[in-house]
């Protein structure tokens, strides 16, 4: 599987290449500015890319813009960003063009290597990664909102775990009830939600969308 990332400390830069390569991921290319980053994604067009969301020369979104430019050109190509603090803005607009294939982790995550492979190897199939701080502030400041309103504390715990990219069996693991309750709860959520079957959206995506908006 093979790999770009972007990130602008050499120690993290190595660090995240090795991990990778550990894990039998090919790392194609490492850059450590924000003009490098586009144009390594469009000549490679890696299986995923692993980008810094603050990088040189202004360190204020530069990864994200080029993770949404190179969206607009190759759509679905499954970008991690890694950032070091919550930003919530920064999660709906990743999530803006419901394509999958997104994430949102922190830096602190890294050290944890099994969940870090976790992460990526989840975006690279074309899922979807909430870093479980971000999710929790989410919570905290959607404690309130009327679009939320008619979900039971069940359901939104449901959503608050669809929204860290977990499988249906993960969160029946979670909350100790069987596939089919969370199966059941799901489209009790996307109802709720006004959310009819479809066969072009992908409807976790919009549920998670409806939640990081509310």
Not at 16 to 29: C, K, N, P, S
Not at 180 to 200: C, E, R, T, Y
């Amino acid at each position: 599987m093979r790999v770009v990332i972007a990130e602008d400390l050499a120690l993290l830069r190595d660090g995240l290449t090795r991990i990778l390569d550990a894990y039998g991921f090919q790392v194609v290319e490492a850059v450590a500015d924000g003009p490098s980053v586009l144009p390594a994604l469009t000549r490679h067009r890696p299986d995923v890319a692993v980008l810094d969301v603050r990088l040189p020369p202004t360190f204020t979104d530069e990864g994200l813009q080029a993770a949404l430019a190179v969206r607009a050109q190759l759509p679905g190509l499954p970008i991690l960003v890694l950032s070091q603090h919550v930003e919530q803005l920064y999660a709906r607009e990743l999530l803006a063009d419901r394509a999958g294939g997104v994430g949102y982790l922190l830096k602190d995550r890294v050290s944890n290597v099994g969940q870090f492979i976790d992460a990526v190897r989840r975006v690279a199939d074309g899922g979807m990664v909430m870093d479980p701080e971000v999710v929790a502030a989410l919570l905290a400041r959607n404690s309130g909102a009327q679009r939320l309103g008619e979900l039971t504390a069940r359901e939104r715990e449901v959503l608050g775990l669809m929204a860290e990219g977990r499988s249906n069996a993960t969160i029946a693991g979670r909350l100790f009830v069987t596939e089919k309750a969370v199966s059941k709860h799901i489209n009790n959520i996307f109802s709720k939600l006004g959310m009819p079957p479809s066969d072009d959206d992908n409807r976790r995506v919009l549920a998670v969308l409806a939640y990081l908006n509310s």
